[in-house]
Nanobody, 126 residues
Framework: QVQLVESGGGLVQAGNSLRLSCTAS????????MAWFRQAPGKEREFVAT???????YYADSVKGRFTISRDNAENTVYLQMNSLKPEDTAVYYC????????????????????WGQGTQVTVSS
């Protein structure tokens, strides 16, 4: 059974940083892209960042230069370092895994991913 467990969310003031973690089990994740999405109240889930199995990264324009995605395959863990946080970054953050192994494309649609974590709340106060 595939499971993804996120952690690291919380309440921070604007301008501060947080690091999210997502630990996976039940699959050899080194062969798959990993990604972070987020969903704010009343809004659709949106793409934040992805890292391919080759460690190539791609970001949404709204977070580029502030967020960094990374992975540790030995620990089956993906991270999202979030710096210079803004109130508009407030959302529930979800990690997810790609559907296709050894995929070199940058996938930004939620439908391109299959397994999802339960989410972790990030709240940025002004």
């Amino acid at each position: 059974q595939v499971q993804l467990v996120e952690s690291g969310g919380g309440l921070v003031q604007a301008g501060n940083s947080l690091r999210l973690s997502c630990t996976a089990s039940g699959r050899t994740f080194s062969s798959y892209a990993m990604a972070w999405f987020r969903q704010a109240p009343g809004k659709e889930r949106e793409f934040v960042a992805t890292i391919t199995w080759r460690y190539f990264t791609y970001y949404a324009d709204s977070v580029k230069g502030r967020f960094t995605i990374s992975r540790d395959n030995a620990e089956n863990t993906v991270y999202l370092q979030m710096n210079s946080l803004k109130p508009e970054d407030t959302a529930v953050y979800y990690c997810t895994t790609g559907r296709t192994s050894y995929d070199d494309s940058y996938r930004v649609l939620a439908s391109d991913y299959d397994y999802w974590g339960q989410g972790t709340q990030v709240t940025v106060s002004s």
